[in-house]
């Protein structure tokens, strides 16, 4: 198996430049490129000497964990912006979910860039939970740290800074908080949110 880079069809977007996309995109088939890469020498060494390299595996399979996070978050990220940007579907069931979980849209927003505010780098993320019918917005560290497990995703804010520092300082993440949610085609996550509750 190879995965190949995913073209996204993305549009101007506001408060994000076009090389800030350039740049974070370049990265993100970064990632892509070190996942095949590292499944490619697990292989390897597996059909040189499986039990000789079986140490050089396990660290590599404990580094795919990195890569390959890194390339599905990204997709999330970047899916997002796919097509135009779209307010929220006041009647839409993701809405009513949020409204449950935080008493308002706003609310859920206001807690989202809560969120993002945490010190460090890493994502804001937000989930379902079928068990629990309830939304999880919760941080995550390095990709494969601090998910939670199982979870379908429904918004993936990348807070590395990498997203963000062509266009804003470390110290203006809010604003590339801002910029984010003004760019977000919603019935992206409204979607992943059917998919989740199907």
């Not at 308002?104 to 993002?116: G, L, P, R, Y």
Request: aromatic letters at 12%; glycine letters at 8%.
């Amino acid at each position: 198996m190879t995965y190949a880079p995913r073209t996204f069809n993305l549009p101007d977007l506001k408060g994000l430049s076009k090389k800030q996309i350039e740049v974070h995109l370049a990265l993100y088939e970064g990632y892509v490129k070190h996942t095949n890469l590292i499944m490619e020498k697990i292989e390897k060494l597996r059909e040189e000497d499986a039990e000789g390299n079986a140490y050089l595996m396990a660290e590599l399979r404990r580094r795919l964990g990195f890569e390959f996070d890194g390339m599905r978050m990204h997709e999330y990220y970047f899916e997002q912006f796919e097509g135009d940007m779209t307010s929220q579907d006041s009647s839409h069931p993701l809405t009513e979910a949020v409204t449950d979980r935080y008493g308002s849209w706003e609310k859920f927003i206001a807690h989202v860039k809560e969120v993002a505010g945490t010190r460090g780098i890493g994502w804001t993320v937000v989930y379902y939970d079928p068990r629990g019918r309830v939304i999880h917005t919760a941080w995550v560290n390095d990709h494969e740290l601090g998910q939670l497990a199982g979870l379908p995703i429904l918004l993936a804010v990348d807070m590395w800074e990498h997203a963000y520092m062509v266009d804003y300082l470390p110290a203006d993440k809010k604003s590339y908080v801002e910029a984010f949610l003004e760019n977000v085609n919603w019935c992206v996550p409204e979607g992943r949110f059917l998919d989740a509750v199907t």
